[in-house]
């Protein structure tokens, strides 16, 4: 079974896949298909309003199961930015480099204890006879002093959990821990039961 997913992002893509595809899912995005999907404003208040947006949206405009999700990290030490802002931190959307900077720049001089943060992921799927499901993942790290490895995108090259940064875990070993990997793993019990 088709779902679409609404994003053009090719690593989430294929972190859903990934874990997805042993329930029977072929996820595929709107470019793969050959069609464009409407841009959504994402207004949200929140990570799941914004997931909800996305997905409803995918799923009235392609008639098919849609999964959309929203994710981000929460710094403590800022007062959970740049949370819903994260991939538009830096005021230029998508720029990991710039964002990761900014962050830095940001937590410049601050101790490692006082740098805990999280990643979340809120995941909506949306069908087309209504029927909706939204969950959250999370997981929990500090924000490094410096970039390590290159695996990943976004915040991965500073998030470190268990004093390893995301940059250099596998997408074996990030999908087992990560915030996205959680959210999926409630999404996957949850379509078990309606497919």
């Given at each position: ?94 720029n990991d480099e710039k ?57 991965d090259p500073l998030f ?36």
């Amino acid at each position: 079974m088709d779902f679409i997913l609404a994003t053009n992002n090719m690593k989430k893509l294929a972190e859903m896949q990934r874990i997805l595809s042993p329930l029977g899912i072929n996820v595929v995005t709107a470019k793969m298909l050959g069609i464009t999907l409407e841009d959504v404003e994402e207004n949200g208040e929140t990570f799941e309003d914004n997931a909800k947006l996305k997905a409803r949206a995918a799923c009235a405009e392609t008639n098919m199961p849609a999964i959309a999700d929203d994710s981000g990290l929460c710094v403590d030490y800022l007062d959970g930015a740049p949370g819903i802002f994260s991939a538009r931190f830096s005021g230029e959307h998508g720029n990991d480099e710039k964002n990761n900077d900014l962050l830095l720049e940001k937590l410049s001089g601050v101790p490692l204890e006082k740098r805990t943060a999280h990643y979340v992921c809120a995941i909506c799927c949306t069908f087309p006879d209504g029927r909706e499901i939204a969950v959250r993942g999370e997981c929990s790290g500090v924000i490094g002093f410096e970039r390590d490895g290159s695996e990943g995108f976004g915040y991965d090259p500073l998030f470190l959990v268990d004093g390893r940064a995301f940059g250099r875990y596998t997408a074996e070993e990030k999908d087992k821990i990560s915030h996205r990997g959680n959210a999926l793993r409630l999404l996957t019990q949850k379509l078990e039961k309606m497919i």
